[in-house]
């Protein structure tokens, strides 16, 4: 069974930075993307970045400048470094992993950015 576990979040003042990472568990065949999604209270839930296999990478605008998807496949983890944080950035942060024509989720992380 393949399980994904985020970690990372937390509280930081705007301005601040936050790295999150998440780690796969299980056997995952050929993971195509690697991506984080994140929920903001009363919004549904957006593409923050994703990564795929060539390693290119896509950002949301809001975020571009700021964030940085990276990925580890030996370690089957993805990272999102996340800098210069304002409380727009404040959402519940998912990790997804997609292969073939399946999508694997994280629970979620907490990221909140208040002075």
């Known amino acids: 069974q393949v399980q994904l576990v985020e970690s990372g979040g937390g509280l930081v003042q705007p301005g601040g930075s936050l790295r999150l990472s998440c780690a796969a568990s299980?056997?995952?065949?050929?993971?195509?993307?690697m991506a984080w999604h994140r929920e903001a209270p009363g919004k549904g839930r957006e593409l923050v970045a994703v990564i795929i296999n060539s390693g290119s990478t896509n950002y949301a605008n809001s975020v571009k400048g700021r964030f940085t998807i990276s990925r580890d496949d030996a370690k089957k983890t993805v990272y999102l470094q996340m800098n210069s944080l304002t409380p727009e950035d404040t959402a519940i942060y998912y990790c997804?992993?997609?292969?073939?024509?399946?999508?694997?989720w994280g629970q979620g992380t907490q990221v909140t950015v208040s002075s």
């Open positions: 299980g056997s995952i065949l050929s993971i195509s993307a």
């Open positions: 997804r992993f997609s292969s073939y024509s399946t999508d694997f």
